[in-house]
């Protein structure tokens, strides 16, 4: 049976073939990324034992999701760090577009949803000193983190929270950097920001793209819940964001960064179209990657990479959901 949408409002949500079970994933974690998790992330997933979660595609606007929506906890997110160290990047491709639309913007005042490391905030505040920026974290271990660098941060169970301390439409520019994919009700995250925009305010967003080559790493666990909740693509981004008066500026799409050739490049190369002998020749011995190695790219421009980057503007009328 099809389901309603909650991306575009279409009942044209339909269960795929794809059905996990969270203990497997949980095992995978300690098997293949060597994370040891607690009883109590045990006892959260795995009860009932046979809990299984099933990927949903909507046919007309492309999103993907997984039901039911378990997200990761705190502890759940404290384990695989603890392994993984900080997985995040501190020169990231969306945070340089971001300093560019900000600018072009005239944004004032930038609030960056999940803030993480507070690697943007670091950015912002070297590039674009007059600008007064705001983090928002889940996390209250980073939250602490980011403060430590004198940087302004809320924290909270939701980016809602914000609005008790912060007047509606105080914000010439809300940012959202890989934390859609994270939350079991991004429309919801969605909503906060329209509310915090200013009229005219811009809403910058990056996630993995799901049209790109992440498609071909279905399976893995960070694909997969409680780590990854939902796939995005332009056309979900185009159904989403009018509904909830949004206008789409430019949308753009990360060149492959280096730290990806290694595992992307074979497989981009493998579904690339080329005859198969050049696309034995470029693998062989790894000739491709040693030879952009030595030309110390950092991004593999024409080659599309990781994330979706979208620009959007609030609209004064907002269009009923």
Request: with cysteine; net charge positive.
């Amino acid at each position: 049976m099809k389901k309603i949408c909650g991306i575009c409002g279409s009942p044209s949500l339909e269960a795929t073939t794809e059905t996990f079970s969270l203990e497997e994933i949980l095992q995978r974690w300690e098997r293949e990324a060597n994370v040891k998790f607690t009883n109590a992330v045990w006892q959260q997933y795995t009860q009932p034992a046979s809990t299984q979660v099933t990927l949903y595609r909507c046919s007309e606007c492309g999103f993907k999701v997984f039901d039911p929506p378990l997200a990761g906890s705190s502890d759940f997110y404290e384990c695989i760090t603890t392994s993984y160290g900080s997985y995040y990047e501190a020169d990231k491709w969306e945070f340089r577009q971001a300093i560019k639309d900000v600018r072009r913007n005239r944004c004032r005042r930038v609030l960056d949803i999940g803030c993480g490391s507070g690697y943007f905030l670091d950015l912002l505040r070297n590039r674009l000193p007059d600008v007064e920026a705001f983090g928002f974290e889940f996390n209250s271990d980073m939250a602490n983190l980011v403060r430590s660098k004198g940087h302004n941060v809320f924290e909270g169970a939701s980016a809602e929270i914000v609005l008790n301390t912060q007047k509606a439409e105080s914000f010439d520019a809300v940012c959202i950097f890989q934390l859609l994919e994270h939350v079991s009700d991004p429309m919801e995250l969605f909503r906060v920001a329209q509310r915090l925009l200013k009229p005219d305010g811009v809403l910058i967003v990056a996630v993995p793209d799901n049209a790109g080559p992440v498609k071909y790493f279905a399976t893995a666990l960070t694909e997969l819940p409680p780590h990854h909740l939902s796939r995005w693509r332009a056309s979900t981004f185009r159904a989403a964001l009018p509904r909830l008066g949004f206008k789409i500026q430019r949308i753009a799409y990360e060149p492959l960064p280096d730290f990806l050739w290694e595992l992307y490049l074979p497989v981009i190369l493998d579904h690339s179209g080329l005859a198969k002998f050049a696309v034995d020749g470029l693998k062989k011995n790894d000739r491709l990657l040693r030879v952009l190695k030595r030309l110390r790219l950092k991004w593999l421009y024409g080659v599309r990479g990781h994330s979706i980057y979208v620009v959007s503007k609030k609209t004064v009328t907002r269009e009923r959901a």
